[in-house]
């Protein structure tokens, strides 16, 4: 049963970075295309960053691209997302996902929270 685990959120001052990982302990990554999504307070859940584990393709959100990246470890055990440039309106809660490519998401991750302060 795939297990996804978010870590690394915490506090930190704009302007400044975070890396959020992702697993599924004891495995590796579950689908082909995996993807950070984030809900900020008050809105619904959005799409931030994506990539396509073969195909090596990542795409982003126009509000994080530029600042946020997306990548996988060699061994296709961990999902990044390295943050910089962090703003006030970054904060929220960040899942992984699994999914099919081109389709709906399979997996969720619990969520790990990322506060930002001015």
């Known amino acids: 049963q795939v297990q996804l685990a978010e870590s690394g959120g915490g506090s930190v001052q704009a302007g400044g970075s975070l890396r959020l990982s992702c697993i599924d302990p004891?495995?590796?990554?579950?689908?082909?295309?995996m993807d950070w999504f984030r809900q900020r307070p008050g809105k619904e859940r959005e799409g931030g960053a994506g990539?396509?584990?073969?195909?090596?393709?990542?795409s982003y959100a126009d509000s994080v691209q530029g600042r946020f990246t997306i990548s996988i470890d060699n061994r296709r055990e961990i999902l990044y997302l390295q943050m910089s440039a962090l703003e006030h309106e970054d904060a929220g809660m960040y899942y992984c996902?699994?999914?099919?490519?081109?389709?709906?998401?399979?997996?969720w991750g619990q969520g790990t929270q990322v506060n930002v302060s001015s």
């Open positions: 004891g495995y590796t990554l579950p689908r082909e295309c």
């Open positions: 990539i396509n584990l073969s195909a090596g393709r990542t």
């Open positions: 996902a699994g999914r099919v490519c081109g389709g709906r998401v399979l997996y």
